[in-house]
């Protein structure tokens, strides 16, 4: 009796545990964003997804047309203090001058290479795109990419002592996948250097290197001592992918209008009203940076500080309002920020 | 006794009929090739595939990296005795001339106009790009896209009364398949305009816009009287995808190198070379014209005529014997050309 007791007892509980084994398994399955805090702004995510994806809704859309584009610095990862790829090409500088010893006496790479803070600060934009050509082009394509990965892997982000590919925002990293899982194939289309963005853009975002349009430069085809054929990057500009760059990128690049756009500045707003402009169900959103202690916070939209970097102006806030793009907020919106913080 | 030997002869005439039908269905799969007559040429793409996609051989390649470009005009599709895209700007220039009357009494537009075929035949590259300029440009890309499929639909080819769109190659097709099949992207890398193309690439081969790299032109960001966003063809030449255009819009669009390549013309030579440059198994094919009777027949190479368009030098015949290139001949590796033939 004792013993059919027990026996009964541990399939109770073999049946519990495998229900809620079960259940943990559906409910994980049930939330895709778990770093989302539920509210209007997930819920326009999953709502966009359930229009978009279920056959009888009437703005279903093709799995082919299924595109969604996403910025990357400030929308997918951290832009502050300082763009990733300008501290790479002010860490370049001193290997360039090596090669090109004529730059050390001139402007701007003396002030680099002084390693004064303050003066490398106050550089101009004119001296950064100095500063971009002479360490990004004059090389082969495969040696950059090579020196990119090389510089990733080492690089530390100060602040949160984590190689810079780790600072990506987990929220944006569960919506990628979350629209590749239901159909979308996700871009990056980025103001940064098209070249630079692939060179981890795989491993980090799984966005491989034909989804990511961006900053483009032309390269010059020809052959090496042994007559075997490479390609050089040249300073060459074809594209700013930025402002009105972005929807004139995506189409160069994709020919097809995303159905979804997420950004977080100035420089994202074409790609959004491009996308905005189009039939059926869209989505516009636009990350808002209110969080200064979890990672930063800068406008001037709602009075928070004009940092110059990813400027969100009280302008596009209103626009965003006015025209049913959504404002993430960093603060409310997301309850983890990082995936190496627990 | 007679009802059962009835009976077992049904039972037998419907198992020879099932295994009648999964040999055929068996037999057709074996064959993704059937208008490839069996030889070297056949042979060396199903080797191909076996070597990068069997898991177990050495020159395994990775699914994301399975890449194969092809040329369009001569490679895909017929380009004698005049590019189908060079047609549909001739066929512009009354249109455009409706919009802007001061184009009439100007070379080459009055030449045009004149429908005097000699004359047209005799227009200079020059002028051909001024033509190309004013019938391809200054109007939304929705218009562009519009007006190519529907001129598409109507045109007609003189020789064989088929849309110009029935004019592609029935092996090239299955061997767009076969790859497909096997996990290959397959693009277009095309001298023809990028926009132009992608108006009926996902149509007429199953390749999708983003996947079209061809001869690429600004485009404009702008508004309507509405405040709609509008993307306007603008005349700035970005690429000129030919020659070694095709490498570098291979890196600006897609970032990977090819695993496999397909052309038919001096314009192919750097996009083959470059493929083949790369470790592992590759695969460079050429479409030789020597098919008089059931296409056209053209090189110079091998003593045919030169017809200037899509030419085949005796010079890159040797080469791509030299490299193990492959060159498909027409007449000989083909025994169909085109699907609406029997």
Redesign the interface.
Known sequence: MRFSRLRLLKEVLAFATTVLFFTAVAGAQSDPLPSWNDGPTKQAIVDFIQKTTDKSSPTFVAQ?ERIATFDQDGTLWVEHPIYTQVLYCLDRVPTVVKERPDLAKVEPFNTVLSGDREAIAKLSMDDLFKILAATLTGMS?DKFNAEAKKWLESAMDPRWKQPYTKLTYLPMIELLKYLRANGYRTYIVTGGG??FV?AYS?EVYGI???Q?VGT?S????GYDKEG????TKEPEL??NDNN??K??GI??????RPCAAFGNSTGDR?ML??TK?GDGARLAMLVFHDDAKREYAYGPAQGLPDTKIGTFTQELYDEAKRNGWIVISMKNDWNRIFAFEN
Chains 1, 2 share one sequence.
Request: glycine fraction near 8%; charged fraction near 30%; aromatic fraction near 8%.
């Open positions: 082919e394509v098209q070249d692939r795989e491989p290197p034909e990511v483009m032309g390269t010059k085809y075997k054929p490479f390609l074809l594209l009105a760059g929807p004139e189409h160069l690049m994709i020919g097809r074409q009203e491009y402009a």
